[in-house]
Each structure stands twice: as structure tokens, then as C-alpha cells.
């Protein structure tokens, strides 16, 4: 299978992002057809690692990252996280000793039909006293891997007695880069759409919690509040009668902006605006996640929605106008650009109307139902012939109409731009510039001789009488 794959790893400050580039075509080989998935298991325990002695203290245990039915792949960029158990015990009970490749789908060590092509593992980050593994891996030189397999292994040691979670993160960061990113074999190597699961691990006596949330406004915008809500019927301890439930005794929100975290142990309707700082709204899909503990056996669990948050509608057209002089003479023909912009982030249609000042308004051109995509522009040329034109000031205007809703900054939408015509507009009949002027030296060349001949003969005429 071919799809060429360039990586490149860009290390701003401690931290390092990948990219890929297309460069070749999609692969020919197809993949089982089912719901692409990625999640958390245990050969052992499966999704849920659960057991009194089999995970007691001491002992160690292997969980892994797997995918199926993702298609052909090219990369991969994940972080997990498994301190959930720190907010309702003194010591998460887990701790990570290491994570590799080997074995699975981006295994460095693997050969490929393909000489070129190898794995680069561009992270391989763990970091226990964060309770966070982050791996990073891409296929170069023009090859793809299968899209269903194991990405990545961990091992674990059991520290305490207790309950968390391993999750993967997910969401985009204040830049917009997705969290979790499983980057497809395909020529465009777009972001494949996973349904995730996340593993929980227990070795604590008790019945945990049942974590559940709604929300609203479902589709938010950047800036709006957004109300969660918490009922008994979604959030719940099962072991605790109908009468007394919920049972919960802490409520820890975790939004994927931001912001810090909301707790107490009456926060089940917050409200939150997400926000990359505490000024600035957010835009973009952000993890809520909300982690319960109960009250009979401190046990947590938790729950997570992706909440996507769009930015407002915006409609705004404008309009300017320019022209290759402001002054000209009578005759010259002045040409003109009107430009037309969408500074909006809607796609839309547009009417446009040119005209100047001549009597009551002469057209210069209009142009109906135009399309005008998101932050394009579209410029249209015109021009006034001026030799019927009277020498004075005049004034050519604009004007955008948005079709179908209403322009939320109509003050763009008209335009002016004024030029000054010198010079008369009428010619002088029968007699050109050049013959006028050789007439009125003939003219004074006779005048001269007449003059002359006149002082001669007075002249002729005295010397006679002397």
C-alpha cells in the first residue's frame, strides 16, 4: 500500500507537534467495514479492570491502545491520562513503568515490503508524576499501515487500594490541534472519526457511582453560557435507594478549555462559558468531563461529552471603490474598480450598483445575485467617458445589497469616490487652434506693412515740399 507521508517535527520551547504531508496516492487495499473505534482494554479484564486480589497491591498488570476498523493509517499522535483517582483518594493507585511501539501496528523494529519506508516515533513521553503517557508516531517514505491493531502498550504496577480511570484525551488545544489524532493512509491524510473507549480500574470493596450529564444549548456559540444538569436519574449510586439517591457527595467538572476545574458537593447544574483565557471566548470541540464519588464507599467514576462550540454567525459585506486618477481633462476616460468583500463567515450572495452623480443618477453598471464565499473578494471594472461632461467635481458610488438576511455592519455596504474634470467641453467651430494662431500673425504682418508704407509716403511727401 502506498500513500506518500512526509513528517515533520517542529520543537517550539519543550514542545513537539506533527505534520503530515501528502505526497503520493490513496491505497488500494480496503478494510473490514464496521464503526472506527479506539479504546483502553486488557487482554485479561477487558475495558473494565476490576478485581480484589488479581489487581491488588504489588502487583502489576499490561493494558494497551487499540484501533479497528480505521482504515489504512499514517500516524498517530495520543495522550492518556490515569490520575482520576487522585480527586477522591490521597495516591492514585496506578502507577506507569513504561509504554512501547513494539509489537504493534507502528512498531519502529518492522520491515515493509517498501525499503524506503520506516516508522519515526516523533514522542514517547512518560511521565508518571503526571499520571500522563503521550506517544506520537508516523510512517515515512510512502507506506501505510493496517487500520485496525494495537498502537501502543503499557505496563502498570498497583500502589494502593483505590479506583481510577485510564482515558484517552480528547478535544483540540487553544491553537485548534486535536488532542487525540489518528491521521489516515488516504492522499489527504485527514483525521479519522473514532468512537472511544476508556478503561477503569478497581481493586477497592464497593459499588461505584453512575456518571451522567445533558446540556444546553446543543449546538453553543463562542461567549454563550452553556447550563449542565445532573439529575438523579443520570447520576446516581445504585447501591443507595431510589429515596435517598443520589449518594454522591462530590462533583468535579472538567471542562477542556482553559479554565480550572468546578467542584463541591452541590455543582450539579453549573453553568460554564469555555474560554482559552479567562477573557478570550473559545471556539472549538472540548471534552466535559464529569467525575462523581460517592458517599458510601468514596468510590469515583466518571463520564465525558464532546461539546463543540462554533463562533457567532457573522454577515457583513463591504464594498470600495478605485480609479487610475482623481483629476482629468475633458474627453480622457476614467477607469474604475469597484471590489466587493465577504468579511463575514457565511457564504453569500450579493447585488452590486455602480453609479455617479450625472442629473439624477447615472448607471454605471449593476450585477445581480453574485456569490461571494467566506473571506473572498470580487472586483469589477467600469469607466466614465467624460467628453460630454460639464468641467466640475463628481462623485461615484457603490452600493452592496446582502440577498436574504440582514447585514450586520451596513455602513460598508456603500461606497464614494470623487475625481475632478478641468477643461472645456465645447470646441470652437471651423477654425483649429493652429490655423487661429497662423491668422492672427498674418494679420499683424499686414498691419505692420500698411503701417510702414504709410510713415514712407509721408516721408516721400515732406522731402518734395522742402
Known amino acids: 500500500m502506498r500513500s506518500g507521508v512526509i513528517v515533520a517535527i517542529i520543537i517550539p520551547v519543550i514542545l513537539l507537534s506533527i505534520f503530515l504531508i501528502p505526497l503520493g496516492p490513496a491505497p488500494s487495499e480496503a478494510y473490514a467495514v464496521g464503526t472506527p473505534a479506539i479504546g483502553v482494554s486488557s487482554d485479561t479484564f477487558g475495558h473494565n479492570l476490576t478485581s480484589l ?34 480527586l477522591a483518594f490521597p495516591t492514585v493507585p496506578i502507577v506507569v513503568d513504561s509504554a512501547t511501539l513494539a509489537g504493534g501496528l507502528f512498531d519502529p523494529s518492522q520491515h515493509f515490503a517498501d525499503p ?37 502498550i503499557m505496563n502498570f504496577h498497583v500502589v494502593a487500594v483505590g479506583a481510577t480511570s485510564i482515558d484517552l484525551i480528547q478535544g483540540a488545544d487553544s491553537g485548534g490541534n486535536q488532542k487525540l489524532s489518528i491521521v489516515s493512509g488516504t492522499s489527504d491524510h485527514s483525521l479519522v472519526q473514532l468512537q472511544v473507549y476508556n478503561a477503569y480500574f478497581r481493586n477497592k470493596v464497593g459499588i461505584p457511582p453512575i456518571a451522567g450529564f445533558t446540556y444546553a444549548p446543543a449546538n453553543p456559540l463562542a461567549g ?39 467542584q463541591g458537593n452541590s455543582l450539579t447544574n453549573p453553568t460554564h462559558i469555555f474560554k482559552f483565557s479567562p477573557t478570550v471566548p473559545a471556539t472549538g ?10 458517599t458510601d464507599d468514596g468510590l469515583p467514576s466518571e463520564t465525558f461529552q464532546l461539546v463543540t462550540v462554533n463562533a457567532p454567525v ?37 447585488n452590486l450598483t455602480v453609479w455617479y452623480d450625472l442629473g439624477a443618477g447615472t448607471l454605471l ?21 467624460t467628453s460630454n461632461l460639464t468641467p466640475r467635481a463628481y462623485t461615484i458610488y457603490a452600493q452592496i445589497v446582502l440577498l436574504g438576511h440582514a447585514d450586520e455592519n451596513p455602513i460598508d455596504n456603500l461606497a464614494t469616490y470623487s475625481f475632478t474634470l478641468i477643461g472645456s467641453n465645447q470646441q470652437t467651430v471651423g477654425l483649429s487652434v493652429p490655423l487661429l494662431a497662423g491668422g492672427v500673425v498674418a494679420a499683424l504682418a499686414a498691419i505692420g506693412a500698411g503701417v510702414f508704407f504709410v510713415r514712407r509716403r509721408r516721408k516721400d511727401e515732406d522731402t518734395l515740399e522742402q
Open 365 to 385: 453598471g449593476q450585477n445581480s445575485s453574485f456569490p461571494l464565499v467566506v473571506s473572498s473578494n470580487r472586483a469589477f471594472e467600469y469607466s466614465v467617458q
Open 285 to 294: 470541540t472540548f471534552e466535559v468531563k464529569l467525575i462523581v464519588i460517592d
Open 53 to 86: 486480589t488479581q489487581l491488588g497491591t504489588g502487583t502489576t498488570f499490561t493494558v494497551s491502545v487499540n484501533v479497528t476498523n480505521a482504515g489504512a493509517l499514517g500516524g498517530f499522535d495520543i495522550t492518556l491520562n490515569y490520575g482520576m483517582g487522585g
Open 116 to 152: 524506503n519506508c520506516s516508522i519515526l516515533t516523533a514522542r514517547g513521553d512518560v511521565i508518571p508524576v503526571l499520571n500522563r503517557i503521550r506517544f506520537a508516531a508516523a510512517v515515512v517514505g510512502g507506506c501505510t499501515v493496517a487500520g485496525t491493531g494495537r498502537l501502543l
Open 224 to 262: 454563550q453560557t452553556v447550563g449542565f444538569n445532573t439529575n438523579s436519574s443520570l447520576t446516581y449510586d445504585p447501591d443507595v435507594s431510589a429515596g435517598l439517591r443520589p449518594g454522591i457527595k462530590q462533583y468535579i467538572w472538567s471542562w477542556g478549555d482553559n479554565l480550572p476545574l468546578s
Open 314 to 350: 457573522v454577515r457583513n459585506l463591504a464594498v470600495s471603490i478605485s480609479a487610475d486618477k482623481n483629476q482629468l481633462n475633458v474627453g480622457d476616460t476614467i477607469k474604475v474598480t469597484v471590489t466587493a468583500y465577504n468579511r463575514g463567515n457565511q457564504n453569500e450572495n450579493a
